[in-house]
Each structure stands twice: as C-alpha cells, then as structure tokens.
Nanobody, 124 residues
Framework: QVQLVESGGGLVQAGGSLRLSCEASGRAFSPYGMGWVRQAQGKEREFVASISANGDTIYYTDSVKGRFNISRDNARNALYLQMNNLKSEDTAVYYC?????????????????WGQGTQVTVSS
C-alpha cells in the first residue's frame, strides 16, 4: 500500500502561482510512475501531468503545457506540481496518483493509488 497526501492548494488570483506537494508513505516511492489528475465540480477527472519513476519521461495535458511543471524527489518521497499563470479553468480538486509501473501515463485510469485531493481555486 502507498499512502499519498497532497498539500499546497488554495485560493489564488488569475495569473498567480501555486505549488502542490504530495508526500508518499507506506512503500518505496521510487519505483512508481506518478501523476496529477484534477476534477472540476460537475466534471469528470482529467489528466494533468505525469512523470516516470526516474524522471526521464514527462507528459502534460495540452492546456497546461508551458504553465505547469511536474517534478519529483525520490529521496524525499515527494511529488510536486508547480503551477504558474493560473487561469479560472484550472479551478479543481487536484489529486496525486501513483501507478505500479515505472512509466509515466496520460490516462487517469492508469493509476492504482490516490490521495485525498487538494482544492485549487483561481479567481478571475
């Protein structure tokens, strides 16, 4: 079992920045591909970004390319999402997710473990 706990969400004005963090515990973090998935109110979950176990492969959904940056620190069992130039359409609950396989994955149903989520609200 892997436990994931997100932090760093909040309320920010459009154009602002936030940095989300995800702490993993329970099992070794380094073998897992990791990702961020978000869900806006009334909508389905949407893939945001993913990173492979060793960090050499990264994917982003088109709407966040150039604005968001995913990274990980395997020594700290931590995953991050730096979000810049935030827009109102980025408002959602953001979930940290882990998958059994080391590769990054673009589909939200590729993940096996999920955090409880952290709310990001962008005011226009």
């Amino acid at each position: 079992q892997v436990q994931l706990v997100e932090s760093g969400g909040g309320l920010v004005q459009a154009g602002g920045s936030l940095r989300l963090s995800c702490e993993a515990s329970g099992r070794a973090f380094s073998p897992y591909g990791m990702g961020w998935v978000r869900q806006a109110q009334g909508k389905e979950r949407e893939f945001v970004a993913s990173i492979s176990a060793n960090g050499d492969t990264i994917y982003y959904t088109d709407s966040v390319k150039g604005r968001f940056n995913i990274s990980r620190d395997n020594a700290r069992n931590a995953l991050y999402l730096q979000m810049n130039n935030l827009k109102s359409e980025d408002t959602a609950v953001y979930y940290c997710a882990a998958r059994f396989y080391s590769r990054a994955a673009r589909k939200e149903n590729s993940y096996d473990y999920w955090g409880q989520g952290t709310q990001v609200t962008v005011s226009s």
